[in-house]
């Protein structure tokens, strides 16, 4: 016992080290599972606050561009709307559609492209009706899925993040493929599984697909740029620019699906 | 001003300049800077080891809190905390240090100081961009990304010491 001691003292030093090493892996390996992240609680009221001080500032010098953004969905929505007027059938059909989905708005507090793993930092929480696993929406497409609440605030795991999947579907040719992000560039990501039948082109339409308990159906994603036979195995990968701008990202929306508790007990039942 | 009380402001200058600033700042995909180490190079020298390494973990954990990578830059800035001893006695050779009591340009020459940056930032941003990957397997693209992130930490880092340098102290930030 005494022999013991002196040898964790005199190489308290290496040992210090790769304790504290295995300690930093660990909690890295459980960070990188994303069901697993959520036991970890990355997101903490203190740290969103600070990011939100921080953007009030900066957001500042990109009102312009935030205005022209909003402008521009206004007068989109707009035109949606004079659209469904013509026909009440429709308007029918699209409320009856889509009130399972709720819309709330949040400004993004903080954001990263550059890494191997993004998040996004949310300035609503708990208190505002966020949950993990809603999907997040900008103006211009998909942006990724709520990881982690805390009360006022939330992380997202952006689709610039490493497990980041997707279900999607061509436009036109209706074919299922799943999205990945895959490359290190935050402006296109990697359509996977496509079946090789399948004729793409370049400028085709990437939309969510309507198997995904996240997203509804129909939301822009991207758009093809470079289809391209890789491993010649069965399946096709194409690569995509993303229809959001990660690095001008200022607000989204948070979907709330008020059918998922159902969902998630009829899924359940499978298991 | 009291020595620790300028460590600390030291560290909360720097972690904030890191997470509200230079994280922010996009040079293209490859280049992330990191400064926020310049606070574990500047740790007194005969600082006890267990001091250094507790320091550097602490450091490190307080960055991935930002950033939402728990154990990410805390790997990395432990790593360079038990590498330091071994850089300065490389670095320094014969050369004692009695009057010194932590790495600063007032007392050490600039050439010292830029070999021992150099150092210390190539053996943190190894690590870390290793660590973030997790293997291997992205081997080319984890070069890229040291061979151009190392020189603009360096320069940032060099930067912010003569900044600093004016103060008689010399140790502010």
Redesign the interface.
Known sequence: MYSLWRFILKH??VI??VL??V??????????NYHRNRM?N???DA?GQ??AW?SELSDYFRLNKTNRQLAEENAWLRQQLSITNDTTQITYDILEHDTIYEYIPARVV?N??????N?I?IDKGKVDGIEPDMGVISSDGIVGVVADVSRHYA?ILSLLHSNSVVGVRFKNSQELGSLKWGT???RYGLVEDIPTHVIMHEGDTVLTSAYSFIYPEDLMVGTVVDTRPINSGALNTAKIRFATDF?TLRYVYVIRNMHKSELDSLKANFR | MNRTALHIFRFIGLVLLQ??VI?HV?LG??V?PYIYLLFVMMLPIYMP??QL??LG?ST?LTI?????????H??AT??L??CRPGIIRLISGTQKFESIHEPNLNQLDGVWFLRYTIACVFVHHFSLFF????SFHLFG?IMLRIVLSVPISVFLIMILLFIFKSNKKGVER
């Open positions: 308290h030093f210090l080290f504290l090493e300690v930093s892996i660990l909690l890295l390996a459980r960070s990188q970890v990355t997101t903490s740290v600070m990011y921080s903080n990263s492209i550059g890494q191997v793993n998040y930092i992380s290190s560039n935050y690095a | 997470v509200l994280n996009r995909g490859y992330h080891g267990w390494l507790v973990f490190g991935d809190l930002f950033t939402g990578t728990p154990g990410l805390a790997g432990t790593f905390a038990f660590l973030e990957s997790f693209q």
